[in-house]
């Protein structure tokens, strides 16, 4: 049974700071591995999406790789702003009726 | 753009009552999912399609029904709500390998 687990839970970091998320992954077949943002009381906006066969993904601050074999994906935010606070969700597509969600990572960027 | 539209936003009901979630997309999108999202738990796959007149269960299908008669809609069924329902439920659509878009969400509580 596939399972995504998420570390950290949650990250508070001074605004300007580089940081990573971290999601994991047990079953490697994977059809693709999407990042999503979620803002208080709002659905998810989604951010990267990384085919099984690419090694990473980039948008304007944000890169996402993927490493299926040790079942990793990493989230790359450059130069962290306060609007860039929110909770962060990656999720794992086996085949369309397998889309599993990670628990999440709640990030705070503080001015 | 309307992009996914979900309705209501927010409902209570009251044990064994019934009632439909609406969800919209005008993206010609092919693929389109129901998921609740609970504390705890995350986010997990009630019933999805692959196009109009395909439907299939998810993660956690029990007391739920949907139907896809247009590409537009996909509808989502409570038949006899109970407490256990509670939760805030999610519409999605895609298109093949392409990533997903989510509606606002629609908060519901059955007392």
Redo the contacts between chains.
């Keep these: 049974k596939q399972e995504v687990t998420q570390i950290p839970a949650a990250l508070s970091v001074p605004e300007g700071e580089n940081l990573v998320l971290n999601c994991s992954f047990t079953d490697s077949a994977i059809y ?1 591995l ?1 990042w ?1 943002r979620q803002d208080p ?6 951010l990267l ?1 990384i ?1 099984s066969s690419q090694r990473e993904q980039t948008s304007g601050r944000l890169n996402a790789s993927l490493d299926k074999s040790s079942g990793r994906s990493t989230l790359y935010i450059a130069a962290s702003q306060p609007g860039d606070s929110a909770t962060y ?1 990656c ?1 794992v597509t086996k085949s ?2 397998k ?1 599993i ?4 990572t709640s990030l705070s960027v503080i001015p | 753009n309307a992009g ?1 539209t979900q309705t209501p936003k927010f409902q209570v009901l009251k044990t064994g009552q019934s009632m439909t979630l609406q969800c919209a997309q005008d993206m010609n999108h092919e ?1 389109m ?1 129901w998921y609740r999202q609970d504390p ?1 738990m ?4 009630i019933h ?1 399609s ?1 196009g109009a007149g395909i439907t ?3 993660e956690v299908p029990n007391g739920y029904n949907v139907s896809r008669s247009t590409t537009e809609d996909f509808p989502l069924r409570l038949l006899s709500a109970a407490p256990s329902q509670t939760s805030v439920y ?1 519409c ?1 659509s895609s298109s093949r ?9 629609t908060r519901l509580t059955v007392v």
């Design positions: 693709n999407q999503f009381g709002k659905g998810l906006t989604s999406l085919q969700l999720a369309y009726d889309v969600f990670g628990p999440g | 996914v693929y999912s705890g995350g986010l997990r796959l999805y692959v299939d269960q998810g999610f999605a390998d392409r990533e997903a878009f989510f509606g606002q969400g």
